[in-house]
């Protein structure tokens, strides 16, 4: 490990490395949050320098000593929740879909308020399918799982999952060689 490199950056690599190369609108990870102050801090030095390559930070809650963090790409995440089923199936679980900022500070409330909601996985890209079997499962009968529960297309989702370990492993192996995570981002306008 680094002598320069954090906690929060080795998070970003195991965590939100799909999202860090451009194949999923968003991630999360939860990381100690003992100290709220220089977390924040960290959030800021970091987004200082990938929001170049088009990735935001943002702090979604702080509960029992744990942070949850969301990654994403603002312009994919847009894109994703502007679709107009997304968009219609947020907009009924009470979200405002006016533009990003809204939603996300809808999630934000959501979560300090009920914890975390089960469409949380539309912000990290899976299939609006697959979170709707999950809510109307409740969790159940699902075809198969890997990052999420698949209740819909098996091999679209099969070959997401491949995808995204070898995407984790190759960024996990460059990070341990050395490279950082600003180096490891990829550009997207």
Known sequence: MAESESYLERCLVRHCSPTLANIKPGSLFTCPSDNTISLAAEIRALNSVLNIK?????????????????????????????????????????????????????????????GVPHEIGLFLGYPLEDVKGFIENKGRNYLCRGCWKVYCDKCKAQRMFNEIKLCRQLYLNEFEDGRSVADLAVYAG
């Open 54 to 114: 088009g990735i935001r930070l943002r702090l979604l809650n702080i509960s029992s000593g744990r942070a949850l963090v969301y990654v994403y790409r603002p312009k994919m995440l847009h894109d994703y929740i502007k679709k107009e089923e997304i968009c219609e199936f947020l907009c009924s679980s009470g979200y405002d879909c006016r533009d990003i900022k809204s939603v996300l500070s809808s999630l934000q409330r959501k979560i300090a308020a009920e």
